[in-house]
């Protein structure tokens, strides 16, 4: 199993990036997909989810309103739009994939993250 993201840079604030999240080696469509953030000196934290199927999505306080989170199935891919980009939004970001047959059991599979970098 293979989660590629990419899409992060450096942005000013105000601005807007999207990041994809490339699956390969899994049943793309057995997966909720989430992503998650880790800052400097911090742990990570979620960022957002979606369901396997795309009908439900859930945001964390601090991105709900800015950030959008989707997937496209046929491609095997997931998303994140980011809008309206704060300093605070610098992080690494991580995608991660979570069986939906077994939420429980937390995420299965992670990528290897893709740097934001949002300047004031």
């Known amino acids: 199993v293979q989660l590629q993201a990419s899409g992060g840079g450096l942005v000013q604030a105000g601005g807007s990036l999207r990041l994809s999240c490339a699956a390969s080696?899994?049943?793309?469509?057995?997966?909720?997909m989430g992503w998650f953030r880790q800052a400097p000196g911090k742990e990570r934290e979620f960022v957002a989810r979606i369901s396997w199927s795309g009908g439900t999505t859930y945001y964390a306080d601090s991105v709900k309103g800015r950030f959008t989170i989707s997937r496209d199935n046929a491609e095997t891919t997931a998303y994140l739009q980011m809008n309206t980009l704060k300093p605070e939004d610098t992080a690494v970001y991580y995608c991660?994939?979570?069986?939906?047959?077994?939420?429980?059991?937390?995420?299965?599979?992670w990528g290897q993250g893709t740097l934001v970098t949002v300047s004031s």
């Open positions: 991660a994939a979570r069986f939906k047959a077994a939420t429980a059991s937390g995420y299965n599979h």
């Open positions: 080696g899994l049943i793309f469509s057995w997966y909720d």
